[in-house]
Nanobody, 125 residues
Framework: QVQLVESGGGLVESGGSLRLSCAAS????????MGWYRQAPGNQRELVAT??????IDYALTVKGRFTLSRDSRTSVTLQMDSLKPDDTAVYYC????????????????????WGRGAQVTVSS
């Protein structure tokens, strides 16, 4: 089984900075993509930033230039959030698209997507 452990987040004033980290653990043999999504009250979950296995990083237009996603290891990422705005307030979810071992698969492995439990980020005005 795979677990995503998130850390970071919290409360900060507008213009401040926060950091979110996510580490995946378990029977992982491959990596397609990992990153962060967020969901504000009353809104749908939206992409914040993702990194692929070849290092391509994509950002939402709303955070580009303010947030920086880095891949710290084969299965962990960090999102540095600077110049935060009240509109950034949301629950941030780590997402990972991984290849894991699978005893029931003919290849011995399978691709699966996982979500973290979420980390609250609150930016006061």
């Amino acid at each position: 089984q795979v677990q995503l452990v998130e850390s970071g987040g919290g409360l900060v004033e507008s213009g401040g900075s926060l950091r979110l980290s996510c580490a995946a653990s378990g029977s992982i043999v491959g990596f397609y993509m990992m990153g962060w999504y967020r969901q504000a009250p009353g809104n749908q979950r939206e992409l914040v930033a993702t990194v692929t296995d070849v290092g391509r990083i994509d950002y939402a237009l709303t955070v580009k230039g303010r947030f920086t996603l880095s891949r710290d290891s084969r299965t962990s990422v960090t999102l540095q959030m600077d110049s935060l705005k009240p509109d950034d307030t949301a629950v941030y979810y780590c997402n990972a698209d991984l290849v894991i071992t699978s005893p029931t698969s003919t290849t011995g492995r399978t691709r699966s997507t996982y979500w973290g439990r979420g980390a609250q980020v609150t930016v006061s005005s």
